[in-house]
């Protein structure tokens, strides 16, 4: 994980690999951001013409490298663009923020230290760049760079750069008490989300349910979460007909994990339930060739889950919140539920398999019914679910559904405010008749179009009456596939967990509206 220090010292004397500034986009060329006068002076007041004569304009995330001028003490000024010049009396967004300390983080990689110089009005835009660097500073090199067998022994073959080591920010006060907690703060959440993405990309013949699960388990033990595991025959005798259904076609047996974590003074209790698919083929229902390629990601949601418990752990935070991780390998095989089948999921209610592929809805049904037994104040699952909510909103956003209007509400402004796109979605009543079966009490399928919102009230089926829930259907921004962009890397995003840790904080001050 790259170092984050705060420094009062001044952007001329700081000794680092690398200066980052901030420049806006201004109505006659790039305007210099706050934090960058000292760097302007060295070069004599005309940085903003140096990079308008390189083609600089300022516009979000634009990276421009230049030879720094005598009086400073770093050899290159890393111009970041940070967007439109914000109106008078105004400071620049949080994201805005956020996404250029990411890129330029991203376009210091090899490098070992770089101080960055952006506008820090208050901590919370501390917090902001902070996040964006550590966030863009990520890199997976896990599989990269190992040793190659050759005829006379083994030798070195050469690795990709390694992230950026240590970021210093410019003008954040160390003995500052609201700028070092939201240092610390943002050290927490980025390192968790970091977390999310590792595990999102680690391949799936090495993460696999019961991998997952042991991960979980030590993990949450070294922060004094309370872990249970149930296996492959915990849960067939428990009657979890929906996980045991996915992961009876796969050597690699389910499992569902439960990691708790307790507060002294908490009030609330939150449920967070994360889809855990470690490799989604399909099953019997197979995928169509180029739709397997990247479905190591499809626990991305569990991910999200056991990452957010663990930040909310680290920070003390004084809410309950139970973590549940439903984790299966839905392969096809001579064992494996076909189509046509019928599961009697641990709530005791028959669901006729007509799809296989439709499996993570079975997984999180069981899993959510068990959450509902503790009777939490609410429950927030988080899946990449389905392929209909990426044709409605793209790749970059999640829909949020529902059973409480303003719970809906609250989580799309809580995404929002931390960076996350997200839009809130409906489920029509409509479509629930759709899903009717003529076998058992309900299908795992109904109608093609507005499939994201079928998935949504097969779900809500399985939430205990009376309790507040949201389902998150993260199958957007979860899987990066195109070019890195501001903190986003290509590959896993770490997607929902910033917005399940907020979503924490606001509950436990009773902030939550």
Do not use: C, Q
């Given at each position: 994980m790259?170092?984050?220090?705060?420094?009062?010292?001044?952007?001329?004397?700081?000794?680092?690999?690398?200066?980052?500034?901030?420049?806006?986009?201004?109505?006659?060329?790039?305007?210099?951001?706050?934090?960058?006068?000292?760097?302007?002076?060295?070069?004599?007041?005309?940085?903003?013409?140096?990079?308008?004569?390189?083609?600089?304009?300022?516009?979000?995330?634009?990276?421009?490298?230049?030879?720094?001028?005598?009086?400073l003490k770093v050899p290159v000024v890393l111009a970041v663009g940070l967007g439109s010049v914000p109106d008078k009396d105004e400071a620049f967004d949080e994201e805005a923020l956020r996404r250029a300390a990411g890129a330029a983080a991203r376009a210091l990689h090899g490098s070992k230290?770089?101080?960055?110089?952006?506008?820090?009005e208050d901590a919370s835009a501390v917090t902001a760049v902070a996040e964006g660097a550590l966030l863009g500073a990520y890199a997976f090199t896990v599989y990269q760079g190992g040793e190659k067998k050759t005829g006379k022994g083994a030798e070195k073959n050469g690795g990709p750069k390694q992230p950026l080591a240590e970021v210093v920010l410019l003008g954040a006060k160390p003995r500052d008490k609201e700028h070092k907690a939201a240092a610390e703060r943002a050290t927490v959440v980025a390192t968790e989300v970091n977390v999310a993405r590792d595990l999102i990309n680690t391949p799936p013949n090495d993460l696999t349910p019961e991998s997952f699960a042991a991960v979980a388990s030590a993990t949450a033990k070294e922060h004094g979460i309370k872990v249970q595991v149930l296996d492959e025959k915990a849960l067939a005798k428990g009657g979890y007909g929906g996980i045991m259904g996915v992961g009876k076609g796969s050597e690699n047996p389910p499992r569902l994990v439960k990691i708790a974590y307790t507060h002294p003074d908490a009030e609330k209790h939150l449920a967070f339930v994360g889809k855990g698919i470690t490799y989604d083929s399909g099953g019997i229902s197979l995928k169509p060739a180029g739709h397997n390629e990247t479905m190591k990601c499809d626990m991305a949601g569990a991910a999200a889950v056991f990452s957010s418990v663990v930040a909310v752990a680290k920070l003390g935070l004084p809410v309950n919140v139970t973590g549940w991780l439903a984790l299966a390998e839905n392969m096809p095989s001579g064992s494996a539920t076909k189509p046509g089948d019928v599961l009697r999921m641990y709530s005791g209610k028959t669901v006729e398999v007509l799809n296989t592929d439709a499996e993570g809805r079975l997984v999180l049904g069981d899993a959510l019914t068990k959450a509902s037994e503790e009777n939490p104040d609410a429950i927030v699952d988080v899946a990449t679910l389905t392929g209909a909510m990426v044709l409605a909103l793209g790749d970059r956003t999640f829909g949020i559904m529902?059973?409480?209007?303003?719970?809906?509400?609250?989580?799309?402004?809580?995404?929002?405010?931390?960076?996350?796109?997200?839009?809130?979605?409906?489920?029509?009543?409509?479509?629930?008749?759709?899903?009717?079966?003529?076998?058992?009490?309900?299908?795992?399928?109904?109608?093609?179009?507005?499939?994201g919102l079928v998935a949504g009230l097969f779900l809500q089926e399985f939430v205990g009456e009376g309790i507040t829930w949201a389902h998150l259907d993260i199958a957007g921004p979860a899987f990066h596939e195109g070019a890195p962009y501001g903190y986003t890397p290509k590959g896993g995003t770490g997607s929902a967990v910033r917005t399940l840790v907020r979503l924490a904080e606001r509950t436990a001050t009773g902030d939550l509206g």
């Open positions: 790259t170092a984050l220090t705060l420094s009062t010292a001044g952007a001329a004397t700081l000794r680092a690999d690398a200066l980052v500034v901030g420049v806006a986009k201004g109505p006659k060329g790039p305007v210099v951001a706050a934090g960058a006068e000292a760097v302007d002076k060295a070069y004599d007041g005309k940085l903003a013409a140096v990079l308008d004569a390189l083609g600089a304009s300022g516009a979000e995330g634009e990276t421009t490298k230049l030879p720094a001028p005598d009086g230290k770089a101080a960055f110089a952006l506008p820090l529902a059973n409480d209007d303003a719970f809906r509400t609250s989580i799309h402004e809580i995404a929002e405010e931390v960076g996350e796109a997200s839009w809130p979605m409906p489920l029509p009543e409509d479509l629930r008749k759709t899903m009717d079966s003529p076998t058992a009490d309900i299908a795992n399928m109904g109608v093609r179009m507005g499939g």
